[in-house]
């Protein structure tokens, strides 16, 4: 396997696309149980919903840091920076700790779900994820 570095590197992006993906297709949904936790719905303007907005966000750093925690395999970590790094980030730059707070959670709860996926997996199918690693 001495070419497997381009296949790894499409591994990688076609993980980050699926999350791209997923966070927008469940943004509405992520959006609505921010909305319904936190009860911060419009960014106190009254008449614009930021529910896919957030949950965008939301969803784009769970599903990023799942998917590349699971099945990143080696350099998984800087993908996360690359990828996840902007948008941590710009938690700290909005100046509000309870986002930053937020933000950290997912980040960490999509981690932990991404790694225990992975542990499951290495032991159904270990061959498949040698493959990938």
């Given amino acids: 396997m001495q070419n497997s570095m381009p296949l790894k590197f499409l591994l990688k992006t076609s993980l980050v696309i699926a999350g791209v993906i997923l966070a927008y297709s469940f943004s509405v949904f992520i959006?609505?149980?921010?909305?319904?936790?936190?009860?911060?719905?419009?960014?106190?303007?009254?008449?614009?919903?930021?529910?896919?907005?957030?949950?965008?966000?939301?969803?784009?750093?769970?599903?990023?840091?799942?998917?590349?925690?699971?099945?990143?395999?080696?350099?998984?970590?800087?993908?996360?920076?690359f990828f996840v790094g902007p948008a941590m980030l710009w938690s700290l730059s909005a100046g509000s700790y309870s986002i930053v707070a937020e933000f950290f959670s997912i980040f960490c709860m999509g981690i932990f779900i991404g790694t225990l996926a992975n542990k499951a997996l290495i032991k159904l199918d270990p061959a498949f994820m040698a493959k990938i690693s």
């Fill in 31 to 81: 959006g609505g149980l921010h909305c319904a936790v936190t009860g911060e719905c419009s960014a106190d303007l009254p008449s614009v919903g930021f529910t896919p907005y957030i949950g965008f966000i939301l969803g784009y750093i769970f599903f990023i840091s799942a998917f590349l925690s699971g099945f990143g395999g080696r350099g998984k970590y800087w993908w996360l920076i």
